[in-house]
């Protein structure tokens, strides 16, 4: 009776274990391009994390917002912004078992918004759609040589989609030519709802920077009660489309009033709030890492340099060396 008992018990426990095992999400990292190349003891850290993916990002350059030329793959460029310095990430991220996003992205000198890229006059549209073609299919080439699992076609770029939609939906067929794998786009939080191309996707990509509180230290419970209407859409469009959710980024500054306008990079914020940034990210983890409809997502921002980075005394983005990394962590690992 009591072998019987025992027998119950171990059973229990493996079906416990087996449940919970099928519970697993993507649990990225925004894998930060550096001006050298990495090794195992820039990726360990990211495997202390429990995280199980990596967004590569390669970068393009256009000069300022009208303008249609794309300046990539350079040797005025860090390492790894370039196809070659991509590679040597994604291989060394592969020895460690992590998955890959490659998410090649836009940057426009001085920093200005990439969704406000738009030109004023069709030639110069259609040089700046053959201009991104280039940039995005030679990074879908590396992708599939690679076998990415996931290949984010853009980055914020609204402008360039409201006005050009026809190109993009020959643009994602072109891609899909050259790569095999799960395509998304990250879409601005306040973009995805008008993205008209998410039955061509695999992922609903969402940059996930929503205002969730308007207070100095917002608590958790602030914070999800904040997160309530957003979800609503967003379920909503994922219920509509039948395709799961990923945040391609998502994540809070360790300052004042973090979840008021997350979005924001502003240097002249340094009032440094590691609680703000805890209680906010903590919020997010509760909200939607539970629900059946959402993928996961990619905390923003990671750096190769670990033990050089963040800290308790660092106001921005990256989750490195505060307590909110600690919160990840355990997060992470309850979802591997």
């Not at 970068?59 to 917002?65: A, C, V």
Request: proline residues 4%.
């Amino acid at each position: 009776m009591k072998r019987f008992k025992l027998l119950i018990v171990l059973f229990s426990i493996f079906f416990l274990q087996s449940c919970i095992s099928q519970v697993k999400k993507i649990n990225g990292v925004s894998f930060v391009a550096a001006n050298e190349a990495v090794n195992s003891n820039h990726i360990k850290p990211v495997v202390d994390l429990n995280a199980n993916y990596a967004a590569v990002m390669p970068f393009g350059f256009i000069r300022d917002l009208a303008h249609p030329e794309v300046v990539f793959n350079t040797k005025r460029q860090w390492f790894g912004e370039t196809k070659e310095g991509a590679k040597q990430y994604i291989e060394e991220l592969r020895k460690k078992k992590i998955k890959i996003m490659l998410k090649p992205q836009i940057w426009v000198w001085r920093g200005e918004f990439t969704g406000y890229i738009e030109m004023k006059n069709e030639a110069d549209w259609k040089t700046l759609e053959g201009a991104y073609s280039k940039f995005i299919i030679e990074y879908a080439t590396l992708a599939q040589e690679v076998k990415a699992e996931i290949f984010c076609i853009g980055t914020e770029l609204e402008k360039f989609i409201t006005n050009r939609p026809d190109y993009w939906l020959e643009l994602i067929k072109k891609i899909k030519q050259v790569y095999k794998g799960k395509l998304t786009y990250a879409a601005n939080w306040d973009e995805f709802k008008r993205t008209p191309f998410w039955s061509s996707m695999d992922f609903i990509g969402v940059d996930a920077y929503f205002p969730v509180s308007y207070n100095k230290t917002p608590t958790v419970e602030e914070c999800l009660a904040g997160w309530e209407k957003h979800k609503e859409v967003i379920s909503k469009l994922s219920k509509k489309y039948s395709k799961p959710i990923l945040f391609t980024e998502f994540g809070y500054r360790s300052v004042d009033y973090s979840g008021k306008e997350p979005w924001k990079s502003d240097r002249s914020m340094i009032q440094v709030n590691l609680d703000a940034q805890t209680n906010t990210t903590q919020a997010l983890f509760n909200t939607f890492w539970k629900e059946d409809w959402f993928s996961g997502g990619f905390i923003w921002k990671w750096y190769h340099n670990h033990d050089f980075v963040g800290g308790e005394k660092n106001s921005r983005f990256t989750p490195q060396n505060k307590p909110v990394e600690a919160l990840i962590k355990a997060h992470y690992g309850s979802y591997k």
